[in-house]
């Protein structure tokens, strides 16, 4: 009895996958044609197009042009995609989403301060610089995701800088919005100087410190947010 076609893609999907395990291939190491795996695995070439789509659309392999198909970097943007959904389809809130934020953020801070190189440390500080000058929605929103996303990387951790930036999109949505909801020069620059302090406590490589301005950041300026907008 011939098997479903979704069973066919499933198992050469996972076919793909296996070779790149079993053959410790690293970010951008070539794999075999989609018509060298189809014969191995005796299957149609339309059944391994659909695979390598599957598994590219994962990013899991990069399929170019005229070339052959390379085994795939991580991508916080496949994880985005699924976060986003997930809210847009109230499968969580966003209350869940900055409560998981909070959780990831408050390690990242912590780990930058310890693992930093001067070039992040500047681009930190630079980000709230930016933060305490702007006016400009578009420009503000930028650097306070620049700001947020360099420490992350600034931890050494490349899947903490892919989750931070699986958030992206719901930033720019939420960072508009908190600002917006400050509606003082005070609440302004209280948010202001909260950003600064989390970029002092990494340039000094104060980890502690570093911790506990990002857990004040979060308490006041995000929990803010949905205070007002839940009020």
Known sequence: MEQPKGTLVQTATEAVCEHIRSNQLKVGDEIPSEGQFALQLG???PVMREAFHALAALKMI??????????????GSVMAASIGHAVNTAQVSLADVWDVRRTLE???????????TEAQAAAIMAAAHTLEVCRDETTRT?????FHQTIALASGNQLFF???RSFEQMMHIAIPQAWAGR????ERQESVELHHEVARAIAE?????????MESHFARSIGDLFHKTTA
Not at 205 to 213: G, H, N, Q, S, V
């Open 43 to 45: 299957v149609s070439r």
């Open 62 to 75: 990069d399929v170019g042009n005229g070339r052959r198909a390379r085994v795939g970097a991580i991508d």
């Open 106 to 116: 408050l390690r990242t801070a912590e780990l930058a301060a310890r693992n930093r």
């Open 142 to 146: 930028a650097a306070d995701t620049a």
């Open 162 to 164: 892919q989750i931070v």
């Open 183 to 186: 509606t003082t020069d005070q």
């Open 205 to 213: 490589r104060d980890d502690e410190l570093a911790r506990a301005a």
